[in-house]
């Protein structure tokens, strides 16, 4: 079946532009989670979505990032006015249910770099 | 908040030999650790999964062992192949799956 998707694969901005990246899980998955990836790095946190709860946005490192989740399926991660600090990888992941079947499936992650 | 360190953070070995990536964690309410594979260009991918109910979890050449009393937990892959060359990050979650923390990776590098 299909796995998760994101898009653009590749978003190249300038500094101050805003930019939105899109992230399809997997069908039915309930749980739905953002990275962030700078090169050669971890894995850091950023939002968390689980079904119609409030997300968890522990992990957002500004007020510039937001995230919404349309329908409990597709979300949307949002930078505003980007800094060449916000250049990373960002990582979309999809679990089936938090609580009980918990892997996530990641998806090919979107590669942002800001000039 | 939880924290995961990950040692060591690069790992060469000849084929065929063991490897060992430890991790520790602080939150004693952790009770989910995956293991990720992640190769070069491409997107994590688990590769085992233990719960804090279970003190070790084998698949194949691939095993896990948990010790909850000292928070630490260990990925072990016997007789190394090159492909299995890559970064490997460890994670701690509670709730199991809620609120992931990664560790930092270690690269491993099989040597033929």
């Known amino acids: 079946g299909a796995g998760v998707s994101q898009s653009p694969s590749n978003k190249v901005t300038e500094k101050g532009k805003d930019v939105e990246l899109r992230c399809d899980p997997i069908?039915?998955?309930?749980?739905l989670y953002w990275y962030r990836q700078s090169l050669g790095q971890g894995l850091e946190f950023l939002i968390y979505?689980?079904?119609?709860?409030?997300?968890?946005k522990s992990g957002l490192p500004s007020d510039r990032f937001s995230a919404e989740r349309t329908g409990g399926s597709v979300s949307t991660l949002t930078i505003q006015r980007t800094q060449q600090e916000d250049s990373a990888v960002y990582l979309c992941?999809?679990?089936?249910?938090?609580?009980?079947?918990?892997?996530?499936?990641f998806g090919p992650g979107t590669r942002l770099t800001v000039l | 908040g939880e924290n995961v360190e990950q040692h060591p953070s690069t790992l060469s070995v000849q084929e065929g030999d063991s490897a060992v990536i430890k991790c520790t964690y602080s939150d004693s309410a952790s009770n989910y650790f995956p293991w990720y594979k992640q190769e070069l260009g491409k997107r994590p991918q688990l590769i085992i999964d233990?719960?804090?109910?279970?003190g070790e979890k084998k698949d194949q050449r691939i095993a896990v062992t948990l010790n909850k009393t000292a928070k630490h937990f260990s990925l072990h892959i016997t007789e190394t192949q090159p492909e299995d060359s890559a970064v490997y990050f460890c994670?701690?979650?509670?709730?199991?799956?809620?609120?992931?923390?990664f560790g930092p990776g270690t690269r491993l590098s099989v040597l033929p």
């Open positions: 994670a701690a979650s509670i709730n199991y799956g809620q609120n992931f923390v």
């Open positions: 992941a999809s679990s089936l249910v938090s609580g009980g079947s918990d892997t996530q499936y």
């Open positions: 233990i719960r804090s109910n279970v």
């Open positions: 979505f689980q079904g119609n709860s409030a997300p968890d």
């Open positions: 069908s039915g998955h309930t749980a």
